[in-house]
């Protein structure tokens, strides 16, 4: 059924450190939708160097796509998708890996980051859009069938 899979990643597509709406509404818009109804959808990239778009790229409709980021879990993005997942990982924890990862490239910009994130939640409540929710604890990582 399907030829492969190709992953977008929100962190790809975000238009600066200001972008977590607009990406939430672009991949619905150009990337979900029109694969909805059988057509290639599309995704505008994010050039962080430059802080400019950095092109588009294409999904073919007989592609399985997976949408990883925050942002891609909301209603209307759940209705066009086979599946949603939300990983559930303590605030402290995430600003860790975070830092770990981007370092002091992140660091100034990781509570106007955090704020856009509660605003994204308060808004679109992604972990009651999910089917699964995978915990994240101290001691492991636990799958949770979610209740729908």
Request: glycine share 8%; net charge negative; charged share 30%.
């Amino acid at each position: 059924m399907w030829d492969s899979s190709v992953v977008v990643r929100l962190d790809d597509i975000y238009p600066g450190w200001d972008g977590l709406a607009w990406a939430v509404d672009h991949i619905r818009t150009e990337l979900l939708e029109p694969r909805s109804v059988g057509r290639p959808g599309r995704w505008r990239g994010w050039d962080w160097t430059t802080n400019a778009p950095a092109g588009w790229h294409v999904v073919e409709p007989g592609r399985r796509l997976i949408v990883e980021g925050v942002g891609a879990l909301t209603g209307p993005n759940r209705a066009l998708a086979d599946l949603g997942i939300w990983v559930d990982t303590d605030d402290d924890e995430r600003k860790r890996r975070a830092l770990q990862r981007d370092g002091d490239t992140y660091r100034p910009y990781w509570e106007r980051w955090a704020a856009q994130e509660v605003e994204y939640m308060a808004t679109y409540q992604p972990r009651a859009q999910a089917d699964w929710i995978l915990s994240e604890t101290p001691e492991g990582r636990v799958w949770i069938p979610a209740i729908q």
